[in-house]
């Protein structure tokens, strides 16, 4: 067992070796595998709000059917996150890691030849259960074998995937809707997923497990055959490698006892949850609902029906998405640079401000179709400074501001509370754009970006330039946030 007796002073502890090393091809092997289930999570974010005039016309939802349904992978990626990512923390993050998008492979099939609308539901609650139990898991993994050196900025690069995800998706949707029957093509668009879920499967098997994992859980000899394997040093446990007696609950208990809400956790529980379940009410509200929106606001005309209305609402979707492939380009270039609260401070400031210009455009005279420059300024504003800012921080900061040992358990809660947000935000857009003005809807989702904001100044916690040791432990310098 390699153990920190009678050490050669050439030898490096692994957790050290692991924070100091250079960034190598096998990391961003690790890294790449890691963050493409982010991707898929990003194509069902997209497609859904694409199919989901399809599905109302083809099965006959209603508005709050339609808001179930886009609402139920939602529903369950809270589960999936909140109690089964704490299983990550128990089990290892590996044995999840490879055998969690089976579950998307199985639930998209059942997606696909749902025969009514409650056999939708279900299908996707399931599915969304594999999207949320890969959230936790992927971003302990990677929190945990990359280097301090720029350990942000590939935290953020590997959720930047969403963006391409949803790219796919909007290739999906304009391809469908243009080659196949109308009311039918909802269900290959639901299950075109499948193809890219397989090819991560069979690719993940090559991924090993965390090595701080396995030193914590004496697997002493695995963890420094990984860790060697990443750095290229000659590596040991050492006594803080190791779990220590002193140990808070983990898995399923740190839910209900009270390591998450102890003294010395609450304020990073809520600094990590608390900002992401308000971003997530304006950011799936908005995002899910885009083409529905710009059909209403800006596309759709007096002489205007059907598939062409849905083919351009896509197209216009499509090109927004641009703004957020370019505000993860912008988050991943100075998330190290100025850090993570500064990001996500100054996005949802500018969030509101796009989300205002959006309600200034709808309640103009003539309303958003008059006024279409307004109305896709903004939108462009929202969509860049949502991945410049919170979309990309909310990711990270969970994985580095906890303990390891319940490092996936405090991501899962995370995350599991801002899908919350997200299924409010999902259920209650389609129904309030029946029974109150756009632009007030669009109003009240800038006081809530705002409220995210006000959160996220007060519990601030800054993890640019510190170790995993140094942000998780209890010491109070440890939580001071960056002056520099």
């Known amino acids: 067992m390699a153990t920190d007796n009678s050490v050669s002073t050439s030898r490096v502890a692994i957790g050290d070796a692991l924070d100091r090393a250079k960034m190598s091809k096998l990391h961003m092997t690790f890294w790449f595998l890691g963050g493409l289930g982010i991707m898929l999570d990003g194509f069902d974010f997209f497609i859904i709000g694409v199919a989901n005039?399809?599905?109302?016309?083809?099965?006959?939802?209603?508005?709050?059917?339609?808001?179930?349904?886009?609402?139920?992978?939602?529903?369950?990626?809270?589960?999936?996150?909140?109690?089964l990512g704490p299983l990550g923390d128990k089990l290892g993050r590996q044995r999840i890691f490879r055998y969690d998008l089976w579950m998307f492979v199985i639930f998209s099939v059942a997606c696909m030849f749902a025969w009514d609308v409650p056999s939708l539901i279900i299908s996707r609650f399931l599915l969304g259960i594999a999207i949320g139990l890969d959230y936790p898991i992927a971003a302990s993994f990677l929190a945990e074998i990359l280097p301090i050196k720029n350990r942000g900025r590939w935290l953020v690069s590997a959720f930047a995937l969403q963006a391409v995800g949803m790219l796919l998706g909007a290739i999906v949707g304009v391809g469908v809707l243009l080659l196949l029957p109308y009311e039918t093509s909802w269900r290959l668009m639901l299950g075109?997923?499948?193809?890219?879920?397989?090819?991560?499967?069979?690719?993940?098997?090559?991924?090993?497990?965390?090595?701080?994992?396995?030193?914590?859980?004496?697997?002493?000899?695995?963890?420094?055959?990984?860790?060697?394997?990443?750095?290229?040093?000659?590596?040991y446990v050492s006594k803080k490698d190791r779990k220590t007696p002193a140990r808070s609950p983990e898995g399923l208990k740190s839910l209900f006892q009270p390591a998450l809400f102890k003294k010395d956790m609450r304020r990073r529980t809520i600094f990590t949850a608390v900002p992401w379940f308000m971003m997530d009410i304006a950011v799936y509200g908005v995002g899910i609902f885009t083409p529905t929106l710009l059909a209403a606001m800006a596309i759709a005309g007096?002489?205007?029906?059907?598939?062409?209305?849905?083919?351009?609402?896509?197209?216009?979707?499509?090109?927004?998405?641009?703004?957020?492939?370019?505000?993860?380009?912008?988050?991943?270039?100075?998330?190290?640079?100025?850090?993570?609260?500064r990001l996500q401070l100054g996005g949802f400031v500018f969030m509101a401000v796009g989300l205002l210009i959006l309600a200034l455009g709808s309640s103009l005279p003539g309303g958003g179709s008059d006024h279409i420059l307004i109305i896709f300024a903004g939108f462009a504003l929202f969509n860049f400074f949502m991945n410049a800012g919170p979309n990309a921080t909310t990711y990270a900061l969970p994985a580095e501001v906890f303990p390891s040992e319940i490092r996936a358990a405090g991501h899962g809660f995370a995350a599991g509370i801002a899908k919350l947000g997200a299924a409010l935000g999902v259920f209650l857009f389609p129904i309030l754009l029946d029974t109150i003005e756009q632009w007030q809807l669009l109003a009240g989702l800038a006081g809530v970006c705002l409220i995210g904001f006000v959160v996220t100044l007060v519990f601030q916690i800054e993890p640019a330039g510190?170790?995993?040791?140094?942000?998780?432990?209890?010491?109070?310098?440890?939580?001071?946030?960056?002056?520099d």
């Open 53 to 83: 005039p399809l599905i109302k016309e083809d099965l006959g939802a209603n508005a709050v059917q339609t808001g179930l349904i886009s609402t139920a992978a939602i529903l369950g990626a809270f589960v999936g996150a909140t109690f």
């Open 192 to 235: 075109f997923g499948i193809i890219p879920a397989l090819v991560i499967t069979f690719l993940r098997r090559k991924v090993p497990e965390s090595p701080r994992w396995l030193a914590e859980n004496g697997r002493e000899d695995e963890a420094v055959e990984v860790t060697n394997r990443l750095t290229g040093e000659d590596t």
């Open 302 to 341: 007096p002489n205007s029906s059907g598939i062409a209305d849905d083919i351009a609402a896509t197209e216009g979707t499509a090109f927004l998405d641009i703004f957020l492939v370019l505000g993860f380009a912008a988050a991943i270039f100075l998330v190290e640079k100025l850090g993570r609260v």
């Open 466 to 483: 510190k170790s995993l040791d140094e942000i998780s432990g209890r010491k109070a310098g440890a939580l001071a946030a960056r002056t």
